[in-house]
């Protein structure tokens, strides 16, 4: 049996009661192996290796981390992370700022995300377990990543990054296309290919055969739904 | 209850001093008690703006970490006695503010005064966030370009997230005040206008600013714009600006090209 510890912001505080606690039972980590969740730190905690390191100091054995976030420096050298807790009101994992995102009620089986604000430049929203939908627009330099769909009521300014875990019956829809760069299933197009006459429309992008499509989601012309990228040779890439 | 407000764009250059002075002014001159805080450490401004650099004593950094009381730091203008100025340190960097200390200045001023106008450095690191992490209502500064527009959209997210007000899970109050928005080259399409700004950043106007000569005059005589030129166009819209603020609801007025209307206006006076 590992002891879990779980630190809680501010951290100075947290450690003046670790302390205490240790002089009260200087022997209680003695040997003992601990596994650190840092769940309920903030991802702006800053430094949380050195933070580590303080607790090693003290004599504590870390094993392992769990909850650490993705762009914390240095804490892998605690051991390959365990997947964070899954707790209620985590469900995502979102770098940096984002808006206050509505957290699913615990247990049930959410598989869409409703984002009713505007996602600023420099945000960026991860959402794995499926479909993204934003009331407001996507800023330029920010970005929505959706295990499955991404709706936007508004402009698409920024990336969209859809279908992240190989889900390649992703799609993307908007009300107005002007985004950076969009992506289904790792199959990415930027501003810069994607069909001009479609730049400021209502659009749906898709994937065919691994190549993706765009067409205005107001056509009228319904003869052939095979979408405006039919037959040009549009220049795109494949990340993972 | 005194309200707390940061100036604050992420890019630099827009007129966050200037507006800072000159919002801070026409509030004062509304007869408000006013102070306008300089957080730009290292690379202060305000105080040459406001025409008092000759007699900063004591600074922020002073009072933060202890070394002098508020009432020493402070500067009483000598044209609006209600209004002061708290000026930043040159010689300090942003390293030097530490949360606490900002904390208890703000709150010292809150006291003090009925409005607290904070002036952000440029960027979005220490200084600017300790400049907006204590206040209740945020003007975001944008010129009608692009590069503008985005690092304000950023800015936006980050009074949304980091602000004491953000992490209480209460809502900070914001206002766009778009400065040098030159009606000719918005017409002609060299500039962004302003509902493509207003639609990008969905956040309400608080005031046009016209790109003007007074402006830039009144900064290197050193006096707000509202109190070098009072009744220019620039001017009239941080007069309007700040009594928006102050919670009055005046329409904003998109300025025109209207030389032709001026010129017929000027005429018919001189005649």
């Not at chain 1, 009331?135 to 499955?148: C, K, P, Q, T």
């Not at chain 1, 499509?213 to 890439?237: E, H, P, V, W, Y």
């Amino acid at each position: 049996m590992a002891l879990v510890l779980a630190p809680e912001p501010p951290l100075p505080n947290w450690l003046a009661a670790l302390d205490a606690q240790v002089a009260r039972a200087p022997t209680f980590f003695d040997g003992r192996p601990v596994l650190m969740d840092l769940g309920a730190l903030p991802s702006s905690t800053p430094d949380v290796a050195a933070f580590l390191r303080t607790l090693e100091q003290r004599g504590i054995r870390i094993i392992g981390t769990e909850g650490a976030h993705p762009s914390w420096q240095g804490v892998e050298a605690w051991g390959r992370p365990f997947p964070a807790s899954s707790k209620p009101g985590r469900p995502i994992e979102v770098p940096d700022e984002t808006p206050k995102v509505p957290s699913p009620a615990p247990g049930s089986d959410v598989n869409s995300l409703v984002i009713d604000e505007p996602i600023r430049s420099g945000q960026s929203v991860v959402f794995e377990k499926g479909d993204v939908t934003v009331l407001g627009s996507i800023g330029s330099g920010a970005e929505v990543l959706a295990g499955g769909s991404i709706h936007v009521y508004g402009t698409i300014r920024g990336r969209a990054i859809a279908g992240l875990a190989g889900n390649s019956k992703a799609r993307i829809f908007c009300r107005k296309m002007q985004a950076e760069l969009v992506a289904i299933d790792g199959v990415y197009q930027t501003a810069d290919d994607m069909p001009a006459d479609l730049i400021g429309k209502a659009v749906q992008a898709w994937l065919e055969d691994d190549r993706m499509k765009m067409t205005a989601l107001d056509s009228t012309d319904t003869g052939d739904a095979n979408g405006q990228s039919f037959g040009r040779n549009i220049r795109q890439g494949r990340r993972r | 209850m005194a309200k707390v407000l940061v100036v604050t764009s992420g890019k630099g250059g827009v007129g966050k001093t200037t507006s800072t002075a000159a919002l801070g002014a026409a509030l004062a001159q509304n007869g408000a008690n006013v102070v306008v805080v300089d957080f730009d450490v290292g690379l202060r401004n305000l105080d040459l703006v406001m025409g008092a650099e000759r007699r900063v004593v004591y600074d922020l950094i002073n009072v933060v970490q202890g070394d002098a009381k508020l009432a020493q730091a402070l500067i009483r203008d000598k044209r609006i006695d209600t209004l002061s100025l708290l000026p930043a340190s040159q010689t300090r960097d942003k390293d030097a503010l530490t949360p606490e200390g900002v904390a208890r200045v703000i709150d010292q001023l809150r006291e003090k005064f009925d409005w607290v106008i904070c002036d952000s450095p440029a960027g979005i690191e220490k200084g600017a966030m300790l400049a907006m992490h204590h206040a209740d209502t945020a003007v975001v500064v944008t010129n009608p370009e692009v590069s503008s527009v985005r690092d304000s959209d950023r800015i936006i997210g980050m009074l949304d997230s980091k602000t004491a007000k953000a992490e209480k899970g209460e809502r900070i109050e914001k206002h766009l005040l778009l400065t040098r928005y030159d009606p000719g080259r918005a017409a002609r399409g060299e500039m962004l206008n302003v509902e493509d700004v207003l639609e990008i950043l969905s956040i309400p106007l608080l005031g046009i600013i016209p790109e003007s000569e007074e402006v830039l005059r009144a900064s290197n005589v050193g006096s707000p714009v509202t109190l070098a030129s009072p009744t220019g166009a620039a001017a009239r819209a941080y007069f309007d600006a700040a009594r928006r603020l102050a919670g009055e609801n005046i329409e904003v007025v998109v300025p025109m090209e209207r030389k032709g209307f001026m010129s017929r206006l000027f005429g018919r006076r001189v005649a």
